[in-house]
């Protein structure tokens, strides 16, 4: 697939096909997250990948919203540090955003559904991945072939329009 046909193909997909994924479709997912920019490049974060159903379905109880991980063939945990420098939580943030975007639309180019979970109990994930003190974990991305139909461009995406969101040279 093609970039743009990846960027526009790509939904967050939370029902799966029971297959599992490829390990090089997964390696190759994480790779993108690996070369994800970030900060001053200072890249702080890890991955864990998990495909273990037992594990997954543990994982999906982190947050109402992470149902769909118990289902997924596979679950990344973005990974980063307690940090106890607030001011820079933000900029944290920001780059797993950029990181876990690399990775769907990643997945998306590979055919593969994607869709991210937040993590609200913080001490059960740490207890489910058997993270290090001061490693927390605050998204996951649960990934499989999509359930409902394959993922393909969308030609009319429910989004606003164009020229409503998009403004030139001053508001």
Not at 136 to 151: F, K, N, Q
């Amino acid at each position: 697939m093609e970039t743009w046909d990846a960027v526009r193909a790509r939904r967050n997909i939370r029902t799966y096909r029971p297959e599992p994924l490829e390990t090089a479709h997964l390696e190759r997912i994480l790779e993108a997250g690996r070369r994800a920019p970030s900060s001053r490049n200072e890249q702080r974060w890890d991955f864990v990948a998990v495909t273990d159903r037992e594990r997954l379905a543990a994982l999906s109880r982190v947050w109402r919203g992470a149902a769909h991980i118990a289902n997924a063939a596979a679950a990344i945990a973005l990974v980063v540090s307690d940090e106890p420098d607030r001011h820079m939580w933000g900029s944290i943030q920001y780059d797993l955003g950029q990181t876990a975007m690399l990775m769907m639309v990643t997945a998306a180019d590979l055919g593969i559904g994607a869709g991210h979970a937040h993590v609200e109990d913080k001490e059960l994930i740490r207890e489910i991945l058997d993270l290090p003190a001061g490693r927390t974990c605050t998204h996951m991305i649960g990934l499989g072939v999509p359930g409902d139909r394959p993922l393909r461009p969308i030609e009319n995406p429910a989004r606003r329009p164009f020229n409503e969101v998009v403004h030139r040279e001053r508001w």
